[in-house]
Every structure is written in C-alpha cells, then in structure tokens.
C-alpha cells in the first residue's frame, strides 16, 4: 500500500523561505523519479519540480525555478522541496509522489493529505 506523508507547510511572508518533506512508502523508493505538485483554491493540480531516481538530474516548473530546490535521500526514502522567495502565487496544497518514467512529469494516481502552504503579501 503507497503512503505518502507531507510535512513543513506553514504560513510565511513574501521572500521567506520553506522546507518541505515527504515520507514516501509501499514501493521500492530508490526506482521511482520523485515529484511535487501543487494545487490553489479553484485550479487544477500542477507539476512544480521533480528529481530522477538517483537524484542527479532535477528538473523545474518555468514558475519555480531559480527559486526552489529538490532534493532525495533514498537511504530514508525521502524527497524534499526547499523553497525560496516564495511570492503570494506559490500558495496552494503541496503534494509529492512517485512518477512514471525515468524523467517524467505523470504521477501515479494514490496521493498523500498534502501540506499547505500560505504566503502572505
């Protein structure tokens, strides 16, 4: 059974900072790509940054990058997602999960509760 747990969402200004983790388990950790999705009030779920198997090529939504940073620790089957200069635009539920593919975008379809994350002006 997957099980994805999200923590470290929590309420910060504009320009702070954030990091988030998730605890992925029910599948071998270390042969899955990783990603982190992320949906607003009234929108549609979207990709934000995923990270391959070994964690050697991470890759960006245009919206997020220069300014998040993914990361893996496949020895504690962990993704994490450092955010910073968040803007009121980055507010939404945030989500990781395993990802078909060696570099791909599309997550499987079992999802964890999410972690908010709520940028103030």
């Known amino acids: 059974q997957v099980q994805l747990v999200e923590s470290g969402g929590g309420l910060v200004q504009a320009g702070g900072s954030l990091r988030l983790s998730c605890a992925a388990s029910?599948?071998?950790?270390?042969?899955?790509?990783m990603g982190w999705f992320r949906q607003a009030p009234g929108k549609e779920r979207e990709f934000v940054a995923a990270i391959t198997w070994d964690g050697g090529t991470p890759y960006y939504a245009d919206s997020v990058k220069g300014r998040f940073t993914i990361s893996r620790d496949n020895t504690k089957n962990t993704v994490a997602l450092q955010m910073n200069g968040l803007t009121p635009g980055d507010t939404a539920v945030y989500y990781c999960?395993?990802?078909?593919?060696?570099?791909?975008?599309?997550?499987?379809?079992?999802w964890g509760r999410g972690t908010q994350v709520s940028v103030s002006s």
């Open positions: 029910g599948r071998t950790f270390s042969d899955y790509a």
């Open positions: 999960n395993f990802l078909h593919g060696w570099r791909g975008k599309r997550p499987y379809t079992s």
